[in-house]
Protein backbone atom coordinates (compact mmCIF):
# COMPACT_ATOMS: atom_id res chain seq x y z
CA UNK A 1 0.00 0.00 0.00
CA UNK A 2 1.04 3.82 -0.95
CA UNK A 3 0.50 6.66 1.46
CA UNK A 4 0.70 10.04 0.49
CA UNK A 5 0.47 12.76 3.57
CA UNK A 6 -1.18 16.02 3.05
CA UNK A 7 -2.08 19.19 5.05
CA UNK A 8 1.06 19.85 6.97
CA UNK A 9 2.01 23.89 7.21
CA UNK A 10 2.81 26.43 9.69
CA UNK A 11 0.37 27.59 12.33
CA UNK A 12 0.19 29.84 15.43
CA UNK A 13 -0.14 28.06 18.73
CA UNK A 14 -3.80 27.64 19.36
CA UNK A 15 -4.69 26.80 16.13
CA UNK A 16 -5.54 24.06 13.84
CA UNK A 17 -4.73 21.90 11.38
CA UNK A 18 -5.81 18.65 9.65
CA UNK A 19 -3.56 16.03 8.32
CA UNK A 20 -5.02 13.63 5.62
CA UNK A 21 -3.21 10.28 4.63
CA UNK A 22 -4.48 9.39 1.05
CA UNK A 23 -3.98 5.48 0.58
CA UNK A 24 -3.56 3.21 -2.91
CA UNK A 25 -3.00 -0.11 -3.70
CA UNK A 26 -4.05 -3.07 -1.67
CA UNK A 27 -7.20 -3.17 0.18
CA UNK A 28 -7.43 0.05 2.84
CA UNK A 29 -9.93 -1.12 5.03
CA UNK A 30 -7.93 -4.45 5.45
CA UNK A 31 -4.97 -2.52 8.00
CA UNK A 32 -4.76 -0.71 10.99
CA UNK A 33 -3.55 3.18 10.42
CA UNK A 34 -1.85 5.13 12.59
CA UNK A 35 -0.01 8.47 12.84
CA UNK A 36 3.64 9.14 14.24
CA UNK A 37 5.74 12.31 14.58
CA UNK A 38 9.34 12.73 15.24
CA UNK A 39 10.72 16.31 16.44
CA UNK A 40 14.31 17.63 15.58
CA UNK A 41 16.74 15.80 17.97
CA UNK A 42 14.05 13.40 18.84
CA UNK A 43 12.60 9.79 18.85
CA UNK A 44 9.75 8.67 16.46
CA UNK A 45 6.75 8.78 18.93
CA UNK A 46 2.81 7.47 18.47
CA UNK A 47 0.55 9.69 18.28
CA UNK A 48 -2.38 7.50 17.84
CA UNK A 49 -3.64 4.12 15.84
CA UNK A 50 -7.02 3.22 14.61
CA UNK A 51 -8.61 -0.24 13.61
CA UNK A 52 -9.78 -0.62 10.36
CA UNK A 53 -13.50 -0.59 11.75
CA UNK A 54 -12.24 3.17 13.08
CA UNK A 55 -13.96 1.98 16.33
CA UNK A 56 -10.91 1.39 18.43
CA UNK A 57 -8.25 4.21 18.55
CA UNK A 58 -5.41 5.32 21.19
CA UNK A 59 -3.71 8.64 21.69
CA UNK A 60 -0.83 9.67 23.27
CA UNK A 61 -1.25 11.29 26.40
CA UNK A 62 0.57 14.29 24.64
CA UNK A 63 -2.23 14.72 22.44
CA UNK A 64 -5.09 13.15 24.05
CA UNK A 65 -8.34 15.95 23.90
CA UNK A 66 -7.01 17.59 21.39
CA UNK A 67 -6.42 15.20 18.74
CA UNK A 68 -8.68 13.24 16.80
CA UNK A 69 -7.86 10.06 14.22
CA UNK A 70 -10.64 9.54 11.87
CA UNK A 71 -10.77 6.98 8.62
CA UNK A 72 -12.80 6.99 5.81
CA UNK A 73 -12.36 3.21 4.24
CA UNK A 74 -14.63 3.69 0.93
CA UNK A 75 -12.52 6.65 0.54
CA UNK A 76 -9.51 5.22 1.34
CA UNK A 77 -8.20 7.88 3.47
CA UNK A 78 -6.84 8.80 6.64
CA UNK A 79 -7.65 12.36 9.10
CA UNK A 80 -5.92 13.89 11.92
CA UNK A 81 -7.70 16.78 13.10
CA UNK A 82 -5.36 18.28 15.50
CA UNK A 83 -6.82 21.69 17.18
CA UNK A 84 -5.36 23.73 20.26
CA UNK A 85 -1.75 23.09 18.67
CA UNK A 86 1.04 23.94 20.70
CA UNK A 87 4.75 24.58 19.94
CA UNK A 88 5.80 21.17 21.61
CA UNK A 89 3.70 19.75 18.73
CA UNK A 90 6.25 20.97 15.80
CA UNK A 91 7.51 17.73 14.13
CA UNK A 92 7.24 15.87 11.11
CA UNK A 93 4.28 13.64 10.93
CA UNK A 94 4.03 9.91 9.20
CA UNK A 95 1.07 8.36 8.33
CA UNK A 96 1.28 4.48 8.72
CA UNK A 97 -0.29 1.01 7.80
CA UNK A 98 0.04 -2.52 9.36
CA UNK A 99 -1.75 -5.49 10.22
CA UNK A 100 -4.52 -5.37 12.75
CA UNK A 101 -4.82 -5.24 15.61
CA UNK A 102 -3.56 -1.49 15.79
CA UNK A 103 -0.75 -1.12 18.35
CA UNK A 104 1.42 2.06 19.27
CA UNK A 105 4.51 0.37 17.97
CA UNK A 106 6.09 1.64 15.15
CA UNK A 107 7.89 -1.51 14.11
CA UNK A 108 4.41 -2.85 13.84
CA UNK A 109 3.40 -0.96 10.35
CA UNK A 110 5.12 -2.08 7.23
CA UNK A 111 3.98 0.70 5.32
CA UNK A 112 4.83 4.33 5.71
CA UNK A 113 3.83 7.92 4.30
CA UNK A 114 6.50 10.19 3.18
CA UNK A 115 6.34 12.34 6.05
CA UNK A 116 4.77 16.32 6.17
CA UNK A 117 6.05 18.94 8.39
CA UNK A 118 4.10 20.99 10.91
CA UNK A 119 5.00 23.66 12.52
CA UNK A 120 3.57 25.74 15.17
CA UNK A 121 4.89 29.22 16.50
CA UNK A 122 4.53 30.90 19.69
Known amino acids: VQLQASGGGLVQAGGSLRLSCAASGRTFNRYAMAWFRQAPGKEREFVGP????????YYADSVKGRFTISRNNAKSMLSLQMNSLKPEDTAVYFC????????????????WGQGIQVTVSS
Open 50 to 57: ISWTGLTT
Open 96 to 111: AAGPEPPTTESASYAY
